[in-house]
């Protein structure tokens, strides 16, 4: 039987697998684009602009995140329960202490931002704290600082950075045959080897953002079960947050403070629609695993 550990482990392997793929899978697509252009300095324009607007985001995250969220910060004495609970579970996790924000909205959820554990924020559902017993509480709030003490804000970012050259290459590139370059690139005459990259390149500006997309949302996927996996060896108790995924998978109100922008953070899709078809093809395209495949996760590992 896999232990939390082995859990814990193959879902960072998987992760870095993925991202050393991605990276692999940007630079062949770098090298088409700049050969059909004959401009390899494209490449280079595009992960500059991608890493500054990305930074922006990362650097202001948690702010923009909360501002959309209409989250309010409580202190230790607004909520003495709740603010115990995420102390001991930082003290055991060697955590700093995040700062504990409340989202007034009945629907169970939670989610972390943050660009380090030094300034990381946990936000919760005023549902969440209604619905959920303490130890699948516990098993809430691990996860979130799971997702803190893993970085995973900064590697959603730099996905998204990766996401953002390969959108940027693949609309430059339509602009530019748009406009005639393409023709000008063929009147140089080189032949089949230009016809065969400027092929490429055409395929690539159509199948790359899609190709781009499924690999992020594999990647928040894959994140999402070593959140699990790192929640539970906190706890020590899978089941806690089995049972608190199974509420809040369950519950039928959708959270009204959520947007596509922010959804990818909420421990489980705080779309109703959207965890109902996190499954088979449509599952590619959901930034969380179906729960059915987290729950069986959970409660197949052995805690020791």
């Not at 409580?74 to 609970?85: D, M, Q, T």
């Not at 045959?177 to 000008?184: A, P, S």
């Not at 959270?255 to 596509?260: F, H, I, P, V, Y």
Request: proline share 4%; with cysteine; glycine share 6%.
């Amino acid at each position: 039987m896999p232990t939390l550990y082995t859990h814990s482990d193959a879902n960072r392997r998987n992760t870095w697998f993925l991202m050393a793929g991605f990276f692999i899978f940007i630079i062949l697509v770098g090298y088409v684009f700049s050969q059909a252009m004959d401009e390899p300095a494209v490449l280079l324009v595009a992960v500059l602009f991608s890493i500054v607007s990305s930074f922006v985001s990362y650097w202001f995250s948690d702010k923009i995140v909360l501002a959309m969220s209409d989250a309010h910060e409580v202190s230790r004495e607004n909520n003495k329960e709740l603010y115990r609970l995420v102390e001991n579970l930082c003290i055991t996790a060697g955590l700093p202490l995040p700062r504990i924000y409340v989202i007034i909205d009945s629907a169970p959820n939670a989610f972390a931002t943050g660009r380090d554990p030094e300034h990381a924020v946990i936000a919760v559902t005023s549902g969440l704290l209604e619905k959920l017993e303490k130890v699948e509480l516990e098993g809430v709030i691990a996860h979130e600082l799971s997702h803190i003490g893993n970085r995973d804000i900064l590697l959603s970012t730099i996905v998204t950075v990766l996401v953002g050259v390969v959108v940027l290459l693949a609309d430059w590139f339509k602009r530019w045959t748009f406009w005639g370059g393409g023709r000008k690139r063929e009147s140089k005459g080189d032949g089949y080897l230009q016809l065969i990259i400027m092929v490429a390149a055409l395929i690539f500006s159509i199948l790359a953002p899609i190709f781009a997309y499924l690999m992020q949302f594999a990647i928040s996927r894959k994140r999402e079960f070593l959140a699990d996996a790192d929640g539970a060896l906190l706890t020590r108790y899978p089941e806690g947050l089995a049972r608190a995924l199974e509420k809040i998978s369950s519950d039928t109100e959708p959270l009204e403070a959520a947007n596509r922008a922010t959804a990818h953070l909420y421990i489980a899709s705080p779309f109703k629609t959207d965890a109902a078809a996190a499954s088979g093809w449509s599952g590619l395209f959901s930034t969380h695993p179906p729960i059915g495949q987290r729950l069986a996760a959970l409660r197949g590992m052995d805690i020791k």
